[in-house]
């Protein structure tokens, strides 16, 4: 009888968990987040292999480094400062919108999150337009194509990270951010400096070196 009524006791005391023990968390970071920094280090090998290729190109064309790109082209320099000042802004304006959900400012969120949409729009769009003004297009050359290519890679993150941002935004109109609940914008916010900051790279590397 001592041996049935063990179980019994077992059950009638047991833990109210039921399915597989929950995963041992190893670190302070969470797993959402952790998962989006690993993401972006895949992303950024990526936009590495398109940099390697760059430089290759730059490196057997017979007149670099002393022209750069080959005559008779020309990179549009101040359309691309101004359209770095843009993409470094909405990093201010992404900082805002997170900064303001955890003081619980719900409006501050709202604000945040639409002006670093509209002045990722305004990246794109202004990036549209240089394409049309450039001069040259993707079949003159290997310098054009690795042209394209990179700041073209770069514009397909952008129109991603609109995208997040976007749901973000529908989500904060609805309410669903708290203080203690918003992994949502955090996410959206580490992805958008990821792209601000490859922007740099790519605007210091294409256009100024």
Known sequence: MTAHAEPLHGEAHGHEHHGPPPANQSSRMHPAVLGMFLFIAS???LFGSFFTAYFFVRVVNPDAPGSWPPEPFEFPIFVAGVNTAILVTSSFTMHWALQSI?????NGLKAGLVLTILMGLAFLL?????YAHVGFNTGDGAFASAFFGLTGLHGAHVFVGLTILA?????AFRGHFTPDHH?????AGIYWHFV??????VYATVYLI
């Open 183 to 187: 992994h949502g914008v955090e996410l």
């Open 102 to 106: 955890k003081r619980g400012e719900r």
């Open 43 to 45: 992303e950024a090998m």
């Open 167 to 171: 749901v973000m935004a529908v989500r």
């Open 196 to 201: 601000d900051i490859m922007w740099i790279v």
């Open 126 to 130: 202004t990036q549209a337009i240089e």
